[in-house]
């Protein structure tokens, strides 16, 4: 079995350094095995949470394409970076509104329980974006998400990868290597019991 993975960046900025890890993510992932989906948030813009939007409106499009890729995926990557000590509005923005999705086309639909994912956080300073990725760990547990626990943290972003955007640091690429592992065997693993 080869699982499907999810990866996608917590900000769209350009040259953001939680896209540059999402970047070493994916690409580790493929080679040890993995078929990634990689994605970027800036094509699923949702409005700012709101349920009396959501009462006028209903929940957008976007909110259920994601529901959908996620409900597809045996596991996903979230590559945070960490604004102000906390999670980037980009990302909880997101996480509330998917997580208002419960039925597609009549039929149900619950993205987040018992679902696999990995946290990478990264900043430019010396604390690596850990604040975020313990917040968002909060966040993903409460909605019922597996988190599992290698996680990579990359610090002082602008001096962390190379040209090519590869990680300097051997410890963060051997890092990723332990993570995407991790991932790929609980991923595998539940996919025999699901199967048995």
Known sequence: ???KILVFAGSIRSGAYSGKVADNAQKELAEQGAE?????LADYTLPLMDEDLEDEKGIPENAFGL??????????????????????????????????????RGKPLHPFPEKLVAICSSSDGHFAGIRSANHLRAVLSHIGMEVISPQVSVPHGGEAFEE???????????????LCRTLIEHATLLARRSEA
């Open 164 to 178: 090519d955007g590869t990680f300097r640091e051997e410890r963060l690429r051997k890092g990723m290597t332990r």
């Open 67 to 104: 529901a959908r890729l996620i409900a597809a995926h045996d596991a996903v990557v979230i590559c945070t970076p960490e604004y102000n000590g906390s999670i980037p509005p980009l990302v909880k923005n997101t996480i509330d509104w998917v997580s208002r999705v419960k039925k597609d």
């Open 1 to 3: 079995m080869v699982p």
């Open 36 to 40: 990634v989906t990689r994605i970027s």
